[in-house]
């Protein structure tokens, strides 16, 4: 994609893929979760480009979207890759970390995954309220005590 912007714009674009997700009981299998989220992603084209540029028409179709969280009809779950970027390469003035943290959010159900410090793996930080911490299996609660 290369889309001219004004001449005075900076710094990085972002924008959201979003992933419509049933709740039913039955739907809950794994490739169910993933698949629409990939879906998304894949969308994230030239056209949605365009559409994001349109200006007023794309922040009213996201405002319904917003609007559907905060009265509660929808509740949603933010995940964000800072995998690839060179966070343990750069000398930060005290040199090259050893260790790279966030700090908290207040916002919950937000996933951010890293690279681990060797490189060969990816950690996921994950926001969340103390009282939703019981719903997550035991078996991803005993993965993130290692």
């Known amino acids: 994609m290369s889309l001219p912007l004004e001449s005075f714009a900076c710094g990085n674009l972002s924008t959201g893929a979003f992933a419509l997700l049933l ?6 299998e794994y490739h169910n979760l993933v698949w629409p989220r990939r879906t998304a992603i894949k969308q994230i084209n030239h056209d949605h480009v365009n ?21 509660e009809e929808m509740s949603y ?6 995998c690839k970027f060179p966070i343990y390469e750069v000398d930060y003035g005290w040199g090259k970390p050893i260790s790279v943290c966030i ?3 207040p916002e919950e159900n937000v996933v951010i995954l890293f690279d681990t410090t060797c490189g060969e793996g990816i ?3 994950i926001s969340m ?15 993130a005590a290692r």
Do not use: H
């Open 103 to 105: 700090p908290p959010m």
């Open 23 to 28: 709740s039913k009981e039955e739907d809950q």
């Open 123 to 125: 950690e996921a930080w």
């Open 129 to 143: 309220f103390e009282n939703k911490k019981a719903l997550l299996p035991d078996e991803l609660l005993s993965l």
């Open 77 to 82: 779950c933010s995940f964000t890759s800072w």
């Open 51 to 71: 559409n994001v540029q349109s200006g007023l028409p794309y922040l009213c179709n996201l405002n319904k979207g917003i609007d559907l969280i905060y009265k």
